[in-house]
């Protein structure tokens, strides 16, 4: 499945790599006790995209800790990431209508846009933004979606902003290119390509991505809701 915004057929980034799991070890007394380093481990198996197995963990965690909340957000963003859509978006409505939350925000924007339902994403995306507005991966994504719509001006703005928040972000850099082509600024997407050490194969894919932006927002035929 290609993943919106995040570029992954673009950018290949180490942290997506599978990275064997480091399981606890039992001679940290924590490992029994505490629940908070059970988290950090279920955080850490996420950060190295093992979302099957977090789900796992999670399982695990909540026999021995029904009820906290804090689990809930993790397990939507696991959902989420293993194409679990309904049972993901069901978890973000649940927290957003007990109190608003940018990152639930942001994971119903994500699973809207994988829909194509680009209207709802939008709205939830730009709400997550107001909510968290120094959050480089929101200003990214809505940068994107907002690229996808023909929303160029807006784009240029979130995604600048995302650039001077995290200088060293592929991700970001590579959707500011898209935005220098989109603009027909050849020299700053070169010089931007050169900044971020994107290699040739890269760079045809940008291109590439590009113009099938061009094309589908050409004469109003921006991608639409279902």
């Known amino acids: 499945m290609r993943i919106f915004f995040l570029f992954s057929l673009i950018v290949a980034l180490s942290s997506c790599a599978q ?13 029994e006790n505490s629940p908070e ?16 197995a977090s789900l796992a963990h999670l399982d695990a965690f909540e026999q021995r800790w029904p009820n906290d909340h804090r689990v809930k957000m993790m397990r939507a963003d696991a959902l989420r990431q293993v194409g679990d859509f309904a ?13 608003p939350s940018a990152k639930a925000y942001h994971g119903l924007g994500l699973i809207a846009a994988a829909e194509k339902d680009f209207t709802t994403a ?23 979606l907002q690229l996808l719509q023909g929303q160029r001006e807006a784009a240029r703005l979130n995604l600048h902003k995302a650039a001077e928040l995290d200088a060293n972000n592929q991700q970001i850099g590579a959707n500011l290119v898209l935005w220098f082509l989109l603009e027909g600024d050849i020299i700053r997407a070169e010089q931007t390509m050169q900044k971020y050490g994107f290699d040739e194969t890269q760079r045809i894919s940008m291109r590439e991505e590009a113009r099938r932006i061009r094309e589908n927002t050409a004469e109003g035929r921006a991608p639409q809701s279902n």
Do not use: C, M, T
């Open 19 to 31: 990275v064997p799991v480091d399981e606890p070890r039992q001679d940290q007394h924590h490992d």
């Open 37 to 52: 380093f059970y988290l950090e481990v279920i955080s850490g198996l996420q950060q190295k995209r093992l979302f099957f």
């Open 87 to 99: 049972q993901a978006r069901q978890i973000y409505q649940a927290i957003v209508e007990k109190d």
């Open 122 to 144: 939008a709205k939830a995306l730009n709400r997550a933004a107001s909510l968290a507005p120094i959050d480089v991966r929101i200003l990214n994504d809505l940068g994107y």
